[in-house]
């Protein structure tokens, strides 16, 4: 018979990102009495990587828990990006009620939809947490309405709506159920989760069901599977068996060799747990989220959606640039197809494809920002290699029509700037679905447009708004193929040698356009050193030296002023480069190149298009 487990409390935080929902878990660990008083805690403790600190953005799900008045509460901090969707949706099969974070001036923001939608139809009870309301704008009144009429706009139930709402400053560690309360710490939240969050139940007795729904991966113990306790108990050395409700072949016998249970951030090992309890468990080689593991004598498999597919992929192809190999550790075509493999083992959104060449492999993602990050790990473990364009992955419908990824962009300009976006998202084969004006002298625009619309926009949008607009995107089904689009108006600077970059040649050449390289650098035949003013691409030599004569001398060189070199980061890279070039990625340097370096070949193959 089914028992509720009134000792623990399974719940996810959702909300968009940089709402705050980080910081909050922080402050009910810190008021659990998690930490030690006199314990260095950091800021977002989470946040354990090291991307995930300095964008300030939670990339992978994580587990912790907290104790309160001996109930055990198992807390998931989700991401908020819609890159890392993928997360969420498996996160909250985990979970008997989600708390929504919402921030007091910015309200309810596409991402909060999208999470939103996932909970309800999982029919999931919400607590709505208002957080910075002690930000001096913040409007908590207006945004309780616009929070219902959200909940209306995705069909909620009358329960559903009936959620309570609770305001918080999870920088001041703080919350309260009115706004006019006083506020002391964070009690009220707890409370509001005890009594709001269901118990989770189950037969304690019945055979052993978990499904797994996130896998962690440690080098010492390899595959570690996350899931919840359905039904039954687990135990150190039981005999159990995995099945997948996708895979209906699949029947492994397995043995639980270790077993664990968070407390705080840290993972507990136990030797059994019971219904209801979030677990991890090691020592099963291939598990895989969406697994279930159950008892020999009844393996019948939790249902689970499937995984959303990749709308996004680029080429990651081993560098063979001349400057090839001085600068990574890892260089060869069985590091990089290592590499790619066991980021797998984590990372359920991603696909990996090896092609006809040895040399280069298909990788496809959620998103530009899905697949930057793991660049951006690579490249900080060590790894050199070459990255193509991100291209969107097309389908053909019933008819044979190409069908391609469509976005929702929503849009947060200061008045004068709407006119340039509006324009520029307009020649991307984007369209104006809705506009409003707020009070505050900002414009909200909601854009639908095609992925490929998207890619490379963003540093142009932060230069048209002055670093002022928002813009925040979420994947909305395939929809008709809407055109070619032109993406960059102008040409590359392309070098003519290899050599070393020299002011002299650099002073000629910063009159054809903007420079990404100054003097002393390396620069090879075909590597772009800077855009062109104009559309055309066009070869320069910067390693040229002055001609030294008897009326010449070689120390008026000190009078050159050379214009400051533009610095690209990672993703302003990879939105510049075009379809015939390469970024070649090592742990020190980015360099553009083009696929082909040699000038005559390059010349002969446009010729031949």
Do not use: W
């Not at 976005?407 to 947060?412: G, H, N, Q, S, V």
């Not at 075909?526 to 691409?537: F, L, S, Y």
């Amino acid at each position: 018979m089914n028992i509720k487990r009134e000792d623990v409390r399974n719940v996810a935080i959702i909300a968009h990102v940089d709402h705050g929902k980080t910081t909050l878990v922080d402050e009910l660990l810190k008021q659990s009495g998690v930490f030690r008083e006199n314990q260095e805690v950091a800021e977002r403790v989470m946040d354990s990587n090291d991307i995930e600190r300095e964008r300030g953005i939670t990339i992978l799900s994580k587990n912790t828990a907290v104790n309160y008045n001996g109930v055990k509460i198992n807390i998931i901090d989700t991401p908020g990006h819609a890159d890392f969707g993928g997360e969420v949706e498996r996160v909250l099969k985990m979970v008997n009620g989600v708390i929504l974070v919402v921030d007091a001036f910015e309200g309810a923001m596409p991402q909060t939809k999208f999470v939103l939608k996932k909970a309800l139809e999982l029919d999931l009870p919400v607590i709505v947490c208002i957080n910075k309301i002690d930000r001096p704008e913040a409007r908590p009144t207006e945004v309780i309405d616009e929070i219902l009429e959200l909940f209306i706009e995705l069909d909620a139930s009358d329960e559903q709506l009936d959620c309570p709402f609770v305001f918080a400053s999870a920088k001041a560690g703080h919350a309260i159920l009115e706004l006019d309360d006083s506020p002391k710490n964070m009690v009220p939240l707890f409370e509001t989760i005890i009594n709001h969050i269901p118990a989770p139940e189950g037969d304690p007795d019945a055979p052993t069901q978990v499904l797994i729904s996130t896998i962690d991966y440690n080098e010492y113990v390899g595959r570690i599977g996350v899931g919840k306790i359905d039904n039954g108990k687990l135990k150190v050395n039981q005999d159990c068996v995995l099945v997948n409700m996708h895979e209906p072949d699949k029947q492994k016998k397995v043995k639980i060799s270790k077993l664990y249970e968070f407390e705080g951030l840290n993972k507990v090992e136990v030797k059994e747990a019971s219904v209801g309890s979030i677990v991890a468990i090691s020592g099963i080689s291939d598990i895989h989220i969406g697994d279930t593991i159950c008892s020999p004598e009844k393996p019948e498999p939790i249902p689970f959606q499937k995984i959303s597919e990749p709308t996004i992929a680029m080429h990651f192809l081993v560098n063979d640039s001349p400057l090839a190999g001085q600068e990574g550790k890892f260089v060869t075509s069985r590091h990089l197809r290592d590499r790619l493999f066991r980021e797998l083992n984590t990372d359920v959104s991603l696909r990996v494809e090896e092609s006809e060449n040895a040399d280069s492999f298909k990788v496809s993602g959620r998103g530009e920002l899905h697949l930057s990050v793991l660049i951006e790990n690579m490249r900080r473990e060590g790894y050199e290699f070459a990255v193509s364009k991100a291209e969107v992955l097309y389908h053909t419908d019933e008819n044979g029509k190409k069908q391609e990824p469509m976005e929702l962009a929503y849009i947060d300009v200061p008045d004068e700037f709407s006119g340039t976006v509006i324009q520029k998202l307009s020649e991307r084969k984007g369209e104006l679905l809705n506009m409003t004006t707020s009070s505050g002298g900002y414009t909200r625009l909601e854009f639908s447009i095609p992925a490929r619309g998207l890619i490379g926009y963003r540093g142009e949008f932060m230069t048209d708004t002055k670093g002022n607009g928002i813009i925040n995107t979420i994947f909305n089904g395939y929809g008709p193929y809407k055109g070619d689009i032109q993406y960059r108006k102008q040409g590359s600077l392309i070098a003519f040698e290899n050599g070393e970059a020299i002011t002299y040649g650099l002073f000629n050449a910063q009159e054809r356009g903007t420079l990404f390289i100054g003097p002393g650098e390396k620069v090879y035949s075909g590597m772009v050193i800077g855009q062109n003013g104009k559309a055309e691409d066009v070869e320069v030599n910067v390693c040229k030296t002055k001609h030294l004569t008897n009326t010449r001398s070689s120390g008026s060189d000190d009078a050159l002023k050379l214009v400051p070199k533009r610095i690209l980061s990672l993703e302003q890279c990879l939105e510049f480069i075009d379809t015939d070039e390469l970024l070649e990625v090592t742990p020190e340097n980015l360099r553009i190149r083009k696929k082909i370096l040699d000038p005559t070949l390059r010349k002969r193959s446009k010729f031949n298009k």
